[in-house]
């Protein structure tokens, strides 16, 4: 599985006159087929940026526009344990393990958030992003840009 990050998917929606508009374009041409992902924070981030741009009858039909589009699968947390409360869960996944990430890695909140699930996702062989500099030895998983990963997939 490929996990692809937010920027991917906001230059194919926005930026439609960047240089690196074809190679984006070929990337997620590559992965429709091939077990591709976001996370449900990468998800949250796009809809959250396109929403300036999109009406909201648009908005609300993402599921089709993007996930069916582009054959994803959005990743969630694992459930709470069933004696783990509300609380206790999101100060885990939001609070302790981000935290923790970011002192020791010196990270974003979000980029820490999404590489704590994805890494923790089984299956995960990839992160994608073109800000790879940003991900690059703070991660478990291979971290490529759209062209490296199409250059590794030939």
Avoid: C
């Amino acid at each position: 599985m490929v996990v692809i990050d937010t920027d991917v998917f906001v230059l194919e929606f926005a930026f439609h006159n960047d240089p690196r508009r074809d190679v984006n374009s070929n990337f997620l041409k590559q992965v429709h087929d091939n077990d591709s992902a976001v996370t449900v924070y990468n998800l949250l981030e796009l809809l959250g940026q396109l929403s300036f741009n999109l009406a909201p009858t648009k908005l609300e039909t993402w599921q089709s526009w993007l996930v069916d589009a582009y054959a994803l699968t959005v990743i969630w947390p694992v459930e709470p344990e069933e004696h783990t409360t509300a609380a206790s869960y999101f100060r885990k996944e939001i609070f302790d393990q981000t935290f923790a990430r970011m002192r020791q890695k010196r990270m974003a909140f979000l980029d820490s958030l999404v590489l704590n699930l994805a890494e923790r996702t089984p299956g995960v062989e990839f992160f994608v992003t073109w800000n790879a500099k940003h991900f690059k030895n703070k991660s478990s998983l291979p971290v490529l840009t759209p062209d490296e990963f199409l250059k590794t997939a030939s």
